[in-house]
């Protein structure tokens, strides 16, 4: 089992940083990708960014050159810097893994952590 635990929200003005945290406490075995998705009211979530155990990265378009992902281990901890914050980047932020189970990737969410931007 997967369980993620996120940190680091909160209120920010625009322009200004913050830094989320996702740790999964639970198993590391097979975890191939973990990353951030964003939900706007009445909106799907939306990817934000993403990191595979094999090196790979994505960000979204709208984040690219403000937003970056890392992490101490891929499969354990990762972190999204959230930099010159614009008010459109306000929302519920989500970590996500995904995790190889026999015959099938399984994935697993963070509970949310709501971001604000504004003066």
């Known amino acids: 089992q997967v369980y993620l635990v996120e940190s680091g929200g909160g209120l920010a003005q625009p322009g200004g940083s913050l830094r989320l945290s996702c740790v999964n406490s639970?198993?590391?075995?097979?975890?191939?990708?973990m990353g951030w998705y964003r939900q706007f009211p009445g909106k799907q979530r939306e990817l934000v960014a993403v990191t595979t155990s094999d090196g790979f990265t994505n960000i979204a378009d709208s984040v690219k050159g403000r937003f970056t992902i890392s992490g101490d281990n891929v499969k354990n901890t990762v972190y999204l810097q959230m930099n010159s914050l614009k008010p459109e980047d306000t929302a519920v932020y989500y970590c996500?893994?995904?995790?190889?189970?026999?015959?099938?990737?399984?994935?697993?969410w963070g509970q949310g952590t709501q971001v604000t931007v504004s003066s």
């Open positions: 639970g198993s590391i075995t097979s975890i191939k990708s």
């Open positions: 996500r893994a995904e995790k190889r189970v026999p015959g099938d990737t399984a994935v697993y």
